[in-house]
């Protein structure tokens, strides 16, 4: 929860927030807050961490297999760029405001 609402959920101060940024000329702040509020994009990131769950247990199976792991090294590695590019956008976006969210603040806990 970040002052009343989640990341996850609409910001009422949604407005505020587009005004302040389109008046300071932060076009790219304010493509970045559209985003991370948009619904589709935290459904995006659902799937990034369910095909990353998948891979973990995937992994674990193929290990105790003695299966060669490099195609498991590899996705691990590209599941943390997104995760990284993730936080990097709250951090952008939000500022330090982020880390009001408790989610936020366990995803940067988890990376």
Known sequence: IMDGFSLK??????EKRM???EEKGERMR????TLLMDQRFDM??????TAN???IGLESHAELKGWDLTAFHVLEQVFLVIYV???GLRF???RWECLKSG?????????
């Open 85 to 87: 590019l993730e936080l």
């Open 92 to 94: 952008y976006v939000l």
């Open 9 to 14: 959920t609409k910001d009422p101060d949604r």
């Open 44 to 49: 995006a990131m659902g799937l990034v961490i």
């Open 19 to 21: 005004t302040e940024m």
């Open 30 to 33: 304010l493509v970045g807050y």
């Open 103 to 111: 989610w936020v603040r366990f995803d940067l806990c988890m990376v």
């Open 53 to 55: 769950s998948f891979t």
